[in-house]
């Protein structure tokens, strides 16, 4: 490959490589035909600058070359176009394979940044082009809708009083990209979006794109890899990210946009249609008429949000997995779980302590236009007899401006505050404020400020509580004096941010395996040394510490900031008494205890059938009726979507769920409790993923009621919060979705729908199950072939989370009594035996040890996907066969009329359309040493185009995603780029089985089929 002068690389790329004659003229995107293509032209064609700058015009070409025979195949896929492909990479040395690998997985990551943006664009010119700038599943959307069934004001209030939306972050490790990568693409992305200014000028355009070719450099010299795995704390830093660029800003947003939406409604019933005379009041009653409407455009704003007090409460919570969720990963520890808060608190309280700063700045209203209320007057009496030095100072610089004095003895004592909870530890190492020299608390807590050494502990707030009053006083005073668009401005929507993120930002929740409880009380009461492990790397003594921890958490930040304790793989009432006693003997005389909301995790295929009867059985114990009694009878439980689609496949783990979303509602509704379901649902199709909205409108009747807690996991976190404006539309259609799925008419189709046709769903279920199962579980070559048919072993040495790929202690063979069983295995018997693997394959953990994200993760990677809709097509064809026409009609019909149906089809379609028989083919050649890889390979084929055939039969479409002719678009245009990363990989794959197992060149194949697996991601935009 040509490597000559930097310098001389560089202009003689310019003079003459191809890249810079397809880079595109124009000014920026603005006016552009398409803009979309217009800077993925641009974007590719900036990338090959670099490519050539970087590497010499020879890599350029080598890329160009390698993208034109993989565009060739996909136009005319036959084996003369693919011999032609594989010859390309005959020749390529581990360099050239590298360097080509990056290049693609670059493109990837570039275009991911356009299409994101092209959401952006398409988001604002629906709103431009809707009514009062509502579009289709919005807050605006959601409002409308409850009017047109006749809703009035006061019974929407009455239903949004009690809304809750509550997302959960996770340090699942499916996010492939490290941070380092992620804070590059987001300053690309920013320069990006300034293309589309319609007032750039021809030297702003040319600055933007000099930056980007730089962006672009910086990302090349990037190393993909991490070189060592992150530590749970540094999984806490990286969501900070995200909070820092995006939750911060955007949850004022949500509320204010759904408090703007009731402004169209009316004060009382006046705007209500009044009925024709001739209808009686029973049709009425069954139709009632539509509210009416009131306009929002034009004429004043006055009466409307931002001049009035807000009629929506703070509806939205966030809590967090990363650094408490313990289950199968022993970096855990109590002192992670008590840094973590610390540095969720860090990053809260310095965010507050800029909007203080702000609204130093702005509210300057002064005492020679408006006297100062004597409200206020107290306050700053009170301030200065607390901090003299600090009133003086501010006396000095605004003596006519009380409202900016208040707000600097706000953003002190908020300092003060940052200072006392946070303290000297982990959170120390973040980045002072821009703008503003650290003071000593930063500076390696050493001393305190002026204010803290003028009151001590006394400067700061004790609680959020505190602060909020604080706000509530200036609202009214600035209310009071006129000023009411300030208070319930700017002032209001810094109150919303603070009933949302109180001090501790998000609520940290801890999570641990019921067998670890089990063994660790078992000791207790055998009075074994609290050193003795309750599982591998966890000992007695961290069990308690773990209660200990949130006792402390509770303490410090209150108790929402860490309350709950979730129990992974839980199998009766007694997983709850176990933790209610462990909670006891760790915390005897403070009753921590009773300040625990237990909330019992679903995720095997038993327990979720027999859901409704575990919730009875606990809601009936005495013991745990006192105890619910106490936390005001609200019962959380958590449903899992990824092991239980590994253990039975798709479909059989989506009806489950969703009868025991129904079992578990009316249990509920029996005893008088309010249930919160918390979905554990993955970012693939394989582990419960899909488009939250729809996923919302097909639980089960009786299930949502105005509540709704998921997890956020890995790479889904930067795709639903990565930019402000898909996060405010991520949130927006969520709470439409809750909304929707909330009034009592959807309640009655739902239930209609599931009594109509359980029946069905249970024929299919069953027979999904069955072949699902054959495949998986009763194929005694499965595992051999998994693990070298897919890059298994490769991804579980990716350094991309702090949880190892398998629970500790259940490699084959091994059995550290607290891991659940897969069904092959049965419960309690030992786990199935390690795998005959063909010479050079790495060994894997057994299948039932493996989590589900690696396992997802791999046969996503190979192009199989599996997991994601195995077991559909004989599903489908056996009802089918069995019903005939019949059968058809009324498969057809649950798709037209149940949304839990519509959704599982839909989401089942986007998976099979991103399948690739024919790289899969490619992976599957990997295994041709393993005993009946012709037959597992045969049945994967099939089963698939059963599938695509019964699912097109059952939708009526002509292709996959004729419904969705964006996706689908976007899929066919990725597929001739995914596919030399994927023969870079298996290529590789197969020379580093062959080599033996000391051979020097093993460390160096690994890290490039590791980026391999970084690009195919990003090309699939999916991990596991």
């Known amino acids: 490959m040509p490597h000559g002068d930097p310098a001389g690389r560089a202009t003689g790329a310019r003079r003459r490589n191809q890249a810079v004659r397809a880079e595109p003229r124009g000014i920026g995107s603005a006016g552009a035909p398409d803009p979309l293509r217009m800077e993925v032209r641009l974007l590719g064609s900036l990338l090959g600058q670099v490519l050539a700058e970087q590497g010499g015009p020879g890599l350029l070409d080598l890329v160009e070359r390698v993208r034109g025979s993989a565009i060739a195949l996909r136009a005319v896929p036959d084996p003369v176009e693919r011999g032609r492909l594989g010859a390309v990479f005959d020749g390529f040395d581990l360099e050239t394979s590298e360097l080509v690998a990056r290049a693609f997985t670059r493109y990837f990551q570039l275009v991911n940044l356009a299409e994101e943006k092209q959401r952006v664009r398409a988001l604002r010119r629906r709103e431009r082009a809707s009514p009062e700038g509502f579009v289709a599943e919005s807050l605006g959307a959601a409002v409308r809708e409850l009017a047109t069934r006749g809703w009035d004001r006061s019974r929407v209030e009455s239903l949004l009083a009690g809304l809750s939306i509550h997302p959960v972050l996770t340090a699942h490790p499916t996010e492939a990209r490290r941070r380092t990568v992620l804070v590059a693409l987001r300053r690309a992305y920013e320069l990006l979006d300034r293309l589309d200014d319609p007032r750039m000028a021809p030297r702003e355009d040319r600055e933007v794109r000099r930056r980007l070719r730089e962006a672009i450099t910086i990302l090349w010299q990037t190393d993909d890899l991490r070189e060592e795995r992150p530590s749970p704390l540094d999984e806490v830093r990286s969501a900070m ?279 660790a009380l078992g000791l207790l009461r055998a009075g074994a040394d609290h050193r003795a492990e309750a599982s591998p790397g966890v000992t007695v003594e961290e069990v308690l510490d773990t209660f200990a921890a949130i ?60 859901a409704g009867g575990f919730l009875r059985a606990l809601l009936r114990a005495p013991w745990y009726r006192e105890h619910l009694a106490g936390r005001g009878g609200r019962q959380e439980v958590m449903l899992g979507y990824s092991d239980s689609n590994k253990e039975s496949g798709f479909l059989p783990a989506a009806w489950a769920l969703h009868r025991a979303q129904a079992a578990l509602a009316e249990v509920a509704a029996e005893a008088g409790i309010e249930l919160t379901l918390f979905h554990g649902r993955g970012g693939a199709i394989g582990r419960g993923g899909g488009p939250t909205n729809r996923a919302i409108l097909a639980m089960a009747a009786g299930s949502v009621r105005g509540r709704l807690k998921l997890t956020e996991q890995g790479e889904v976190i930067a795709a639903h919060y ?184 839909d989401n089942a379609e986007m998976v099979l359309a991103k399948v690739d028989l024919g790289v899969a083919a490619s992976y599957a050649g990997l295994a041709r040493d393993v005993p009946g890889t012709d037959r597992i390979w045969d049945a994967i084929r099939t089963e698939f185009e059963r599938s695509v055939a019964g699912l097109l039969a059952v939708t009526g479409r002509a292709r996959l995603l004729d419904g969705s002719p964006v996706l689908q678009h976007s899929i066919e245009l990725r597929n001739p780029y995914v596919e030399p990363l994927s023969e870079v990989q298996v290529r590789l794959l197969a020379r580093l089985r062959a080599l033996p197992p000391g051979d020097p060149s093993r460390d160096r194949i690994q890290r490039v089929i590791r980026l391999t697996v970084n690009g195919v991601a990003a090309g699939l935009q999916g991990t596991g």
């Open 241 to 519: 990210v995200f909070f820092d660029a995006t939750l911060f800003g955007v949850a004022p947003r949500v509320m204010r946009a759904l408090d703007a939406a009731l402004d169209m409604l009316p004060a009382d019933d006046t705007g209500r249609r009044a009925a024709g005379s001739a209808e009686s009041a029973a049709s009425a009653a069954a139709a009632p008429p539509e509210v009416r409407l009131v306009p929002l455009d034009g004429g004043s704003d006055a009466g409307r949000t931002g001049t009035r007090p807000p009629r929506v409460p703070a509806f939205l919570h966030w809590g967090s997995w990363i650094g408490g969720d313990r289950d199968g990963n022993p970096n855990v520890t109590a002192d992670v779980t008590r840094a973590a808060m610390r540095i969720q608190a860090d990053h809260v309280l310095r965010a507050y302590e800029h909007v203080a700063e702000r609204l130093l700045q702005t509210v300057s209203i002064s005492t020679t236009r408006v006297p100062t209320p004597p409200a206020l007057d107290a306050w700053l009496a009170a301030q200065a007899r607390r901090h003299p030095g600090m009133a003086r100072e501010l006396e000095r610089r605004f003596a006519s401006e009380p409202y900016r004095r208040v707000f600097g003895h706000i953003g002190e004592r908020l300092r003060c505050t940052r200072m006392r909870l946070v303290g000297p530890g982990p959170a120390a190492d973040v980045a002072p404020i821009p703008g503003r020299a650290p003071d000593a608390s930063e500076a390696g807590h050493s001393a305190g400020p002026a204010a803290v050494r003028e009151g001590g502990a006394d400067c700061g707030y004790a609680g959020p509580a505190e602060l909020l009053a604080d706000l509530r006083m200036i609202q009214d005073t600035l209310a009071g004096a006129g000023a009411g668009r300030l208070a319930w401005g700017e002032v209001q929507e810094f109150a919303w941010q603070v009933e949302t993120f109180g001090f501790h930002l998000a609520e940290l929740e801890v999570r641990q395996h019921s067998g670890v409880h089990e063994r």
């Open 722 to 905: 990565g930019n402000p404006a898909i996060a405010l539309r991520q949130l927006e259609q969520a709470t439409h979705a809750v909304i929707g799925a909330s009034v009592p008419e959807h309640d009655g189709r739902v239930a209609a729908a599931a009594a109509r046709w359980s029946a069905t769903m249970d024929e299919l279920a069953d027979a999904a199950r069955v072949a699902y199962r054959g495949l998986v579980w009763d194929e005694p070559a499965l595992a051999a072939y998994f693990a070298a048919a897919t890059p298994i072993s490769e991804i579980a040495g990716l350094n991309i989370g702090s949880r190892p790929a398998a629970r500790a202690g259940t490699a084959a063979g091994e059995d550290d009594g607290a891991t659940p069983r897969g069904p092959a295995t049965g419960e309690g018997r030992p786990s199935a035996p390690a795998p005959a693997l063909p010479a050079g394959t790495a060994p894997v953990p057994a299948l039932d040890a493996l989590r589900a994200i690696p396992w997802v993760f791999a046969w996503s990677q190979s192009r199989a996907f599996v997991p994601g809709w195995y077991g559909l097509g004989c599903a489908l064809e056996a009802f089918l066969q069995r019903h005939g026409e019949r059968g058809l009609r009324e498969l057809r019909a649950m798709y037209a009329e149940w949304p839990f149906f519509t959704s599982t089809l």
């Open 551 to 610: 006792a402390d958490l509770q303490r410090d930040f209150g108790e929402h900031a860490c309350r709950r304790y979730v129990i992974s793989f839980t199998r009766g009432p007694e997983d709850v008494r176990a933790v209610l006693d462990l909670a006891a003997i760790a915390d005897p005389v403070g009753g921590l205890a009773d300040r625990i909301d237990v909330v019992p995790l679903l995720e095997s295929l038993d327990t979720l059938e027999g």
